[in-house]
């Protein structure tokens, strides 16, 4: 399977996603649907983790690009969206655990379309994760067409970290 790469459009798939609501304190929201095509006249990264609340990704990943959302803005950027290959509920806990509120959309891509459609996918089942996870990636796209892509090839945060995606805005 071919990856996608700069100069790409984005595929046409849904994600799904629970909207942040302060008021659901103790409960998940209802999910909504992502529509990848919905993003057509705006800047975005998207970055792929394998899991939510997995050690690189909680501790490493995710909160690099919350910490530096103010930078992401002054760079023009209208939406971050991490995506895992979970369910949304799974998702928005994390959200809440980590308290990235409405900065960051926090969406699933349980029946993996983005990242087979991408390429951006792997065979976990052999630690026991499943046959279809993301890989660690990151991604610009401006109106739907890919400006970056940064496909971690081992352990860590590289070329998907939230330093690397701004440098290459």
């Known amino acids: 399977?071919?990856?996608?790469?700069?100069?790409?459009?984005?595929?046409?798939?849904?994600?799904?996603?629970?909207?942040?609501?302060?008021?659901?304190?103790?409960?998940?929201?209802?999910?909504?649907?992502?529509?990848?095509?919905?993003?057509?006249?705006?800047?975005v990264v998207i970055f792929g983790v394998p899991g939510a609340f997995t050690p690189t990704c909680n501790n490493q990943h995710l909160p690099e690009f919350h910490q530096k959302y103010d930078e992401f803005?002054?760079?023009?950027?209208?939406?971050?969206?991490?995506?895992?290959?979970t369910d949304a509920f799974v998702m928005d806990?994390?959200?809440?655990?980590?308290?990235?509120?409405?900065?960051?959309?926090?969406?699933?891509?349980?029946?993996?379309?983005?990242?087979?459609?991408t390429g951006l996918v792997q065979d976990l089942s052999k630690i026991g994760f499943g046959t279809i996870r993301s890989l660690r990636f990151a991604l610009i796209a401006d109106d739907l067409k890919v400006t970056y892509v940064g496909v971690e090839t081992g352990p860590g945060v590289s070329v998907s970290g939230a330093d690397a995606v701004l440098a290459a805005l």
């Open 93 to 117: 806990a994390w959200g809440k655990w980590t308290k990235t509120n409405d900065k960051i959309i926090l969406a699933a891509d349980g029946n993996g379309e983005f990242v087979n459609a």
């Open 1 to 43: 399977m071919t990856q996608i790469k700069v100069g790409d459009t984005l595929p046409s798939v849904t994600l799904k996603y629970c909207p942040y609501d302060p008021s659901l304190e103790h409960a998940c929201g209802i999910p909504q649907n992502l529509d990848i095509s919905s993003l057509k006249g705006k800047k």
């Open 73 to 85: 803005v002054k760079k023009g950027v209208d939406q971050i969206i991490c995506l895992s290959t």
